[in-house]
C-alpha cells in the first residue's frame, strides 16, 4: 500500500504548465522536465502553422482537434524565377516534434482549441532550411515568442486555404507564439506556392521506375509536359513538380 501509495505522489506531481500562444512562454527552467501542459491556440479552418515546445502523437492530435486534421513538414523547395514551391509532405503518423514548425489544416469550424497533454518539455531552436536550384535559401521556423513579422512571410489568416506564404510588409504585423514563418535573405521579393505530397509519395524519379524505363510526364494541372521518354531524363526537365505513373515527383 506504501509503494502505491508512492506511485500515486509521483504521477500526480507532474509540473504543471500553462503556455501562451499569444505571447509565448519562456521553457527554459522546464527543459526536460516532464509537465501536464495545457494551452488555448486559436485555430482557422483550413491551413494553419504550428510549432510547440513539446511532442504530440497523431492520437494526441486527433484528441485535440479531430481526425480530420492534416499535419505535413517541409521537405524541399524548387524555384522557377521569382516562384517558389514549398514542398511539404503528409506526416501526420509521426506525429509532431518538439519545436518543429508544421503546416497543419484543420476542417472544423474557426475558433480557440484547449490542448492538454502530458509530455517533456524541450527548450530548443529547431529549423528547416532548403536551398532551390537558383542559388535561393528558403528557412521555416516557429515562433517560440511574439515575433516581428516585418520582412518574413506567413499564412495569412484572410486567405489560408492553399496554405501559400504571403510577404509580411506592415510595420505593425507580428507572428503570435507557437505559429511559424519562412524566411528568405536578401530584398528580392518572391510568391511562394505550396505543394501537398502525400506520405506515400515521392520526390525521385529512380523510387517508380527504372532509368531505361518510357514514361509520359504531367505537371500538377494534368498537362502532358512530354511523352515517351526515359525515365532517367525525366531529371533532365526544367526544375519544378511534376506527375509520372500517378505521383508526383520532384525535379530539383
Known sequence: MIAL????????????????????????????QQCDVTFDRHIFTGWNTISLPFAMSE??????????????????????????????????AEGIEANMPYILYYPGETGTKKFHVNAQVVNKESKVTFTTGGGVEVTMNGA????????????????????????????????????????????????????????????SINEIAASNEIVDVYNVLGMRMASNITASDVNNLAPGIYVVKGRKILVK
Open 5 to 32: 501509495a508512492g506511485l500515486a505522489l509521483t504521477a500526480s506531481a507532474q509540473t504543471p504548465l500553462r503556455l501562451s500562444s499569444y505571447s509565448g512562454t519562456s521553457v527554459e527552467r522546464y527543459d526536460g
Open 59 to 92: 492520437e494526441e492530435i486527433d484528441n485535440a482537434l479531430g481526425t480530420g486534421v492534416k499535419l505535413e513538414k517541409l521537405v524541399g523547395v524548387t524555384q522557377q524565377g521569382t516562384e517558389i514551391v514549398l514542398n511539404f509532405q503528409d506526416c501526420k
Open 144 to 203: 517560440a515568442l511574439k515575433t516581428d513579422g516585418k520582412g518574413l512571410y506567413g499564412i495569412l489568416a484572410i486567405n489560408n486555404v492553399d496554405a501559400n506564404f504571403t510577404a509580411i510588409d506592415n510595420d505593425k504585423a507580428f507572428f503570435y507564439a507557437t505559429r511559424c514563418f519562412i524566411t528568405i535573405p536578401g530584398e528580392q521579393m518572391f510568391t511562394l506556392t505550396a505543394n501537398h505530397l502525400g506520405a506515400g509519395e515521392t520526390t
